[in-house]
């Protein structure tokens, strides 16, 4: 029988294609306009801060604390690592709505310690109920955030993902607050009342990043707008003393 080869090499090239497009990571996310950053946390262990490329990951931001004892092991290491390596730098602090916000806010100033004025505003992660009703935890969290406001004359942000937000983030005082909100479509579909006019200012888009200098994955988030861009929405969280 003859060989057709060039049937043979359409075939072959067919199932290379179909292994790469198996095989390779890809995003279907347009990033024009955008610039990349990362979240970390302990749960990514010792990042190897100068192999990350700060060409490519603009900002980064560290989990600092959660609740009213807990401090990250790995924050200050992260927090001067992102300095090191010139990025813009923020970190967040878990909120859990049973407990007292005041003292909440309190451990995170003191680990977070004096913010420098390009740093990303104070940052309160809300994801959880902690058994409470959405009224409780809205005004728990406006007080996180009135005390936070108050020490470092900075306007926080409020990071949610976005059903949670919907549900229990719905207060319209919410507002004056920027949101950082995690959702893993293509694209944000809706976003919770507070922010339907004003827009989201960062977006956790994955959390299955891969990223040089961190083992295993990493939270990939995007700044709606230019690096230059982001120092200005920086500046615009500076409150008049």
């Given at each position: 029988?003859?060989?057709?080869?060039?049937?043979?090499?359409?075939?072959?090239m067919l199932i290379i294609s179909v292994v790469v497009f198996k095989?390779?990571?890809?995003?279907?996310?347009?990033?024009?306009g955008f610039i990349k950053g990362i979240d970390?946390?302990?749960?990514?262990?010792?990042?190897?801060?100068?192999?990350?490329?700060n060409s490519d990951i603009h900002f980064a931001i560290a989990k600092a604390t959660g609740g009213m004892?807990?401090?990250?092991?790995?924050?200050?290491?992260?927090?001067?690592?992102?300095?090191?390596?010139?990025?813009?730098?923020g970190a967040y602090h878990f909120y859990y709505p049973q407990d007292d916000p005041v003292k909440q806010?309190?451990?995170y100033l003191n680990v977070l310690g004096t913010l420098q004025p390009t740093d990303l505003p104070p940052i309160v992660d809300v994801e959880v109920t902690g058994n409470q009703q959405p009224d409780a935890i809205v005004t728990g969290l406006l007080k996180w955030l009135a005390t936070v406001e108050q020490a470092t004359k900075r306007r926080p942000m409020i990071y949610s993902d976005l059903d949670f937000a919907k549900q229990y983030l719905s207060d319209p005082?919410?507002?004056?607050?920027?949101?950082?909100?995690?959702?893993?479509?293509?694209?944000?579909?809706g976003l919770p009342t507070?922010?339907?006019?004003?827009?989201?200012?960062?977006w956790q888009y994955s959390q299955t990043g891969e990223v040089d200098g961190i083992e295993g994955n990493v939270d990939l988030d995007l700044f709606k707008g230019t690096k230059k861009a982001l120092k200005e929405f920086i500046s615009t969280t500076h409150l008049k003393r």
């Open positions: 029988m003859k060989i057709n080869h060039k049937l043979v090499l359409s075939i072959f095989v390779v990571p890809h995003n279907n996310k347009s990033h024009a970390v946390s302990h749960y990514q262990g010792q990042i190897t801060w100068p192999a990350i490329d004892t807990y401090i990250d092991p790995e924050f200050k290491v992260n927090w001067n690592g992102m300095k090191e390596q010139s990025l813009i730098r806010a309190n451990i005082r919410l507002s004056d607050y920027p949101l950082w909100v995690a959702d893993y479509s293509d694209a944000i579909q507070p922010w339907q006019s004003k827009g989201w200012t960062l």
